[in-house]
């Protein structure tokens, strides 16, 4: 996709999340993150969009320590304030995004064609699954994200978060799963070892395929969605072991 893509794509979520949190009583629970109400979620996501914002702009170049965290979020809001505030944050985001030069030099901490490539992608999905969530808690699915967008949202959780060295997605004997889109070419073959996991864009024989169209795998891969909402053949105890290491913290 494109930044700019990503930019549109972050603004439309962005504003879905701020409209199904302004229709919710903010202590709802989130079904979809049991340990948090709507208001911790709208509070979580304002804040990492400031947090985001911080870098485009001040382009600083190694993360911020938890000072420069709270220096970027500002005062926490109220509850009757908190929409408005969520709102005011994220379209600042987007001004700085598409405001932002090509050749934007800032820190960023997955592997991406530019810092600003990066960070117009990661705030897209931060963004987009989280307002499933805020969706979620207002007890009514919202619109489906755009194939194009669930595809590389899966790219990025797969190549991008799950590769990374520190995850917890391992097997003592090498495994391998294949997650394969049915609504538009898209396929990742999954080795889970205990080495970081590895992935190819391919497609090809494993011990459990996983199929459906890409909006579902994607929330699925993300723990969003029940494990029946996909298509599954071979080994499903796959499927737990996924649940239970595939957390992003």
């Known amino acids: 996709m494109k930044i700019s893509e990503h930019i549109d794509a972050l603004r439309r979520e962005g504003v879905l999340l701020a409209d199904a949190a302004g229709r919710t009583d903010l202590a709802a629970p989130v079904p979809t993150c049991p340990d948090w109400r709507l208001r911790d979620l709208v509070l979580h996501t ?7 914002t911080a ?18 979020w500002g005062p926490e809001p109220s509850d009757a304030a908190l929409v408005d505030w969520f709102r005011e944050g994220h379209a600042a985001l987007v001004e700085a995004l598409g405001a932002a030069p090509d050749d934007l030099d800032c820190w960023s901490f997955l592997p991406a064609p530019s810092p600003l490539a990066f960070w117009a992608r990661r705030q897209a999905h931060e963004t987009a699954v989280h307002r499933f969530d805020a969706d979620a808690a207002a007890g009514a699915e919202g619109p489906r994200v755009s194939t194009a967008l669930a595809l590389d949202g899966i790219d990025e959780l797969l190549r991008g978060f799950m ?7 391992r097997s003592q004997r090498p495994r391998t799963v294949l997650v394969r889109a049915t609504d538009e070419p ?18 090809g024989p494993a011990e459990l395929t996983l199929t459906g169209p890409a909006h579902e795998l994607y929330l699925l891969l993300w723990n969003r969605l029940p494990l029946d909402r996909a298509h599954a053949e071979g080994d499903r105890a796959l499927l737990d072991l996924w649940r239970e290491t595939a957390v992003i913290r």
């Open 55 to 72: 870098y485009v702009v001040h382009g600083h170049r190694a993360p911020v320590d938890a000072d420069g965290e709270r220096a970027a």
């Open 163 to 169: 590769a990374r060295s520190h995850t917890r997605v």
């Open 186 to 203: 898209g396929s990742w073959l999954l080795t889970v070892s205990r080495e970081p996991l590895a992935v190819e864009p391919v497609d």
């Open 46 to 52: 304002g804040q990492v969009h400031r947090w985001a």
